[in-house]
């Protein structure tokens, strides 16, 4: 069993202990305190969402709501989150489900998990302590992992982009694919 396969195998047994089955609540796409639904999505994953409901990218995501300020009257800004409506949930919860399922972000499909180095962190959830398959189980480690990994790979793009940020005054976005200006 290969580094990969055995940590994937070690996360579906603590994933199964923990139990977990979706109730589809819709609270984890419903607003709640705050920004707690805010759902970063990359530029791969806007492209998807993009192609699967026939949106533009600007109706399906926003820039991340908060920014560093840079010396210079510069502000960045990391990345994009999807799109909420005025009442602050997810622009794609409808009822009991989601309109861009299929494609959706690898938040979302990995919920109420995350890999936070190597540790397993988990959110409250309606749906934890419900039974959960070994393969089911299999399925969100390997999303877990993948979405890690991609998280990483997402960050180093960001720094190796970071310098090409302008001299010159103005709110930028940084995202794995460029700079822009807000």
């Known amino acids: ?35 707690d639904n805010l759902v970063m999505v990359t530029p791969r994953e806007i492209r998807a969402i ?12 926003e820039p991340y709501p908060e920014s560093v300020e840079l010396p210079g ?14 009442c602050g949930d997810c622009r794609f919860f409808s009822g009991s489900s989601c309109l861009a399922y299929p494609v959706r972000p690898s938040i979302c499909r990995t919920y109420p998990f995350m890999l936070d180095g190597d540790e397993l962190r988990v959110f409250p959830c309606r749906g934890l302590g419900n039974p959960l398959a ?15 990994a ?7 793009r ?9 001299s010159r005054p103005g709110r930028f976005l940084v995202d794995s694919e460029g700079v822009s200006e807000r």
């Open 1 to 35: 069993m290969n580094g990969t396969k055995k940590v994937e195998s070690s996360l579906a047994a603590k994933l199964m202990e923990i139990g977990f089955s979706c109730t589809r609540c819709g609270d984890c796409c419903r607003a709640g305190s705050g920004d």
């Open 158 to 166: 960001i720094r190796a982009i970071l310098p090409g940020v302008p």
């Open 73 to 86: 009257g510069r502000s960045v800004t990391f990345g994009r989150v999807l799109r909420r409506r005025p």
């Open 134 to 148: 070994e393969e089911e189980a299999l399925c969100i480690a390997r999303d877990l992992v993948r979405r890690s």
């Open 150 to 156: 991609e998280e990483e790979e997402e960050a180093g």
């Open 50 to 61: 993009s192609g699967f409901c026939g949106l533009q990218a600007a109706d399906i995501a």
